[in-house]
Nanobody, 116 residues
Framework: QVQLVESGGGLVQPGGSLRLSCAASGSSFSTSVMGWYRQAPGKQRELVASITSGGRTNYADSVKGRFTIARDNAKRTVYLQMNSLKPEDTAVYYC??????????WGQGTQVTVSS
């Protein structure tokens, strides 16, 4: 059974930085597409960034140039470095794993609040 555990969320001032981490259990991490999604109150969950097993990355237009996704297969961990944070980045951030076969998995989410 795969488990995804996020950490690193919190309260930060506009312009600040946070790094989210998502540690995965199970053996399929290295071959899975890993992604970070977010959901703000009253809004749909949206893709923030994803990274393939080969390291190819994809970002939402709203975070390009500010956020960086990375993965460490040896640690089975995916990271999201968030710089120049804005109030509109406030949301619950979720880690997602999409294996080659079978259904995907979600973490429990971590709150990110950008406010002065």
């Amino acid at each position: 059974q795969v488990q995804l555990v996020e950490s690193g969320g919190g309260l930060v001032q506009p312009g600040g930085s946070l790094r989210l981490s998502c540690a995965a259990s199970g053996s399929s991490f290295s071959t899975s597409v890993m992604g970070w999604y977010r959901q703000a109150p009253g809004k749909q969950r949206e893709l923030v960034a994803s990274i393939t097993s080969g390291g190819r990355t994809n970002y939402a237009d709203s975070v390009k140039g500010r956020f960086t996704i990375a993965r460490d297969n040896a640690k089975r961990t995916v990271y999201l470095q968030m710089n120049s944070l804005k109030p509109e980045d406030t949301a619950v951030y979720y880690c997602n794993m999409k294996p080659v076969l079978g259904a995907g998995y979600w973490g429990q989410g971590t709150q990110v609040t950008v406010s002065s």
